[in-house]
């Protein structure tokens, strides 16, 4: 049979690879804006901090990604919330019970990336063409229309919920923050393929960050619609997202909840506190006088969701890697809050389990140093048949807290309706 594997698209390629793949690595996106579809597997080369024991993560970091940009490879990977927790010396106190890698990225010599017009494949090893076309003479793999055998169930009550949000807002009364990111967990149970859930959730998400990484005894899928970091060309360019409502019912109603949501005074003050830390942070590792906000207050329509986000831009500083960039600005403002350390302590002082790759950040790193990441949410986490969805939002002083949970569970949308 002969293949056109120019004509190939993504997911021609995923319904058909399997278990003799290793370390499966996708990127996904609906748009220009987002990253360049991407599959790649079998690295050459792996870099994973397991524990926060190690002191000296970016620096190793930094090493790693120069010596894969000298081999002319492409780097893919994680850094973990925790990451950006152990940067600020916050201790923590609560559960880690999934246990996955403070940091991991992958670098790959052979990859094929995807447009509208097709595939193209990468490849220094002359046989990598041949593997491909033998992967796609396999029979195509359908996905299940049953994904889960236990449906995503939040692990905290509504009541513990309402206990850890009165915490939160306490610590704002009181002055010592003025916004913190509040999440919770889901739990359920999957018999599908971890690609094959990625599959279903690239098609309903519509997010430009989507992205699926096989780790030892973990997989992550994530539809994030948020960009963390990117650097191309010496600008840095990050977005955050503040401010969510569901999408109305039908035309009327969903163009009344996108007006409700441009002139709500509320969400406009949690993104403009938001942007003024990320200003901040972007300051430290940007030229002096070269941060500015490109984009004050952008409202984007999902298939499930409205977002407002903002845009800050700045130029890196030459002696900085985008690599170290990245690291020094975890973790992000929008999933942690404000003041960031402040944050971050009351955060782990009253979320029930460490975050780990939720609200990290996942990114692709090209030879050139150019650099492109999210905001890990909207991800799951799949280990065995046990499958993890963390959820949240930020709360501020005249936040509503059933509100603020009924919007956590609406944030979900995109697994649940699966």
């Given at each position: 049979m002969s293949i056109d594997l120019e004509k190939t698209t993504i997911d021609d390629l995923l319904s058909r690879l399997g278990n003799a793949e290793h370390?499966?690595?996708?990127?996904?996106?609906?748009?220009?804006?987002?990253?360049?579809?991407?599959?790649?597997?079998?690295?050459?080369?792996?870099?994973?901090?397991?524990?926060?024991?190690?002191?000296?993560?970016?620096?190793?970091?930094?090493?790693?990604i120069s010596q894969?940009?000298?081999?002319?490879?492409?780097?893919?990977?994680?850094?973990?919330?925790?990451?950006?927790?152990?940067?600020?010396?916050?201790?923590?106190?609560?559960?880690?019970?999934?246990?996955?890698?403070?940091?991991?990225?992958?670098?790959?010599?052979?990859?094929?990336?995807?447009?509208?017009?097709?595939?193209?494949?990468?490849?220094?090893?002359?046989?990598?063409?041949?593997?491909?076309?033998?992967?796609?003479?396999?029979?195509?793999?359908?996905?299940?229309?049953?994904?889960?055998?236990?449906?995503?169930?939040?692990?905290?009550?509504?009541?513990?919920?309402?206990?850890?949000?009165?915490?939160?807002?306490?610590?704002?009364r009181a002055g010592d923050i003025y916004q913190a990111n509040l999440t919770h967990r889901l739990e359920g149970k999957t018999g599908a393929y971890g690609i094959d859930i990625y599959r279903k959730v690239s098609r309903?998400?519509?997010?430009?960050?989507?992205?699926?990484?096989?780790?030892?005894?973990?997989?992550?899928?994530?539809?994030?619609?948020?960009?963390?970091?990117r650097i191309a060309d010496g600008t840095i360019e990050t977005s955050p997202v503040k401010g969510t409502r569901p999408r109305g019912k039908n035309a009327v109603d969903d163009e009344a909840i996108r007006l409700d949501l441009?002139?709500?005074?509320?969400?406009?003050?949690?993104l403009n506190m938001i942007t003024d830390l990320m200003r901040n942070d972007l300051g430290v590792v940007s030229e002096i006088g070269s941060v500015s906000v490109a984009d004050e207050r952008i409202l984007t329509s999902y298939p499930t969701l409205w977002h407002a986000h903002s845009t800050i831009q700045s130029r890196l500083r030459p002696d900085i890697s985008s690599i170290a960039a990245l690291a020094s600005l975890m973790p992000g403002g929008s999933i942690s809050g404000t003041p960031k350390k402040r944050a971050v302590e009351i955060i782990d002082e009253i979320e029930q389990y460490r975050r780990g790759i939720y609200t990290g950040s996942i990114f692709v790193v090209q030879s050139n140093g150019d650099l492109d990441s999210n905001i890990a949410i909207r991800t799951m986490i799949k280990k065995n048949d046990d499958i993890y969805l963390s959820v949240g939002g930020g709360i501020v002083y005249d936040s509503r807290q059933d509100d603020e949970y009924k919007e956590s569970l609406q944030k979900a949308a995109v697994f649940t309706n699966l």
């Open positions: 370390h499966v690595t996708i990127l996904g996106s609906t748009t220009s804006n987002g990253w360049t579809p991407t599959v790649a597997w079998n690295p050459i080369d792996v870099f994973e901090v397991a524990s926060e024991s190690v002191t000296d993560s970016t620096a190793s970091l930094e090493a790693f894969q940009q000298s081999a002319d490879r492409l780097c893919i990977g994680f850094l973990s919330y925790d990451f950006g927790r152990i940067l600020h010396r916050v201790p923590a106190t609560n559960t880690d019970d999934l246990q996955t890698p403070i940091a991991l990225v992958y670098s790959f010599d052979n990859w094929v990336t995807f447009s509208e017009s097709g595939s193209t494949i990468h490849a220094k090893e002359p046989t990598f063409p041949q593997e491909v076309e033998k992967i796609m003479s396999r029979p195509a793999r359908p996905i299940a229309k049953n994904v889960y055998r236990k449906e995503l169930f939040p692990a905290w009550s509504q009541q513990s919920y309402r206990h850890a949000y009165q915490k939160v807002h306490d610590y704002i309903t998400s519509n997010a430009d960050f989507q992205s699926y990484i096989s780790g030892r005894d973990f997989e992550v899928i994530s539809g994030s619609p948020e960009r963390f970091v441009e002139s709500s005074p509320k969400d406009q003050a949690e």
